[in-house]
């Protein structure tokens, strides 16, 4: 799970079900969102935290490097 602050801009919070993330070797993979465990879809003020739950294997994930996913009209790029 991960949780993440907005900022700038609200955020239209519609994530589709399936993200796109690197791991730190240049490698990539398609996961699937856990919707329950993710923040309910909507708007987002600035200043509001966002939880989003990935099916990941827990070893992999602490090689995660940046998560690209369609949210909404646009596409959210969060670098860890």
Do not use: H, Y
Not at 37 to 65: E, F, K, M, N, Y
């Amino acid at each position: 799970m991960l949780e993440f602050l907005v900022t700038g801009d609200p955020l239209d919070w519609r994530p589709l079900a399936q993200v796109t993330i690197w791991f730190r070797n240049g490698k990539r993979e398609s996961v699937l969102v856990i919707p329950p465990a993710s923040t309910t879809p909507g708007t987002i003020d600035p200043g509001s935290l966002v939880r989003l739950a990935l099916q990941i294997d827990a070893a992999l994930a602490q090689d995660v490097a940046e998560i690209v996913m369609i949210c909404g009209e646009g596409i959210l790029r969060i670098t860890l």
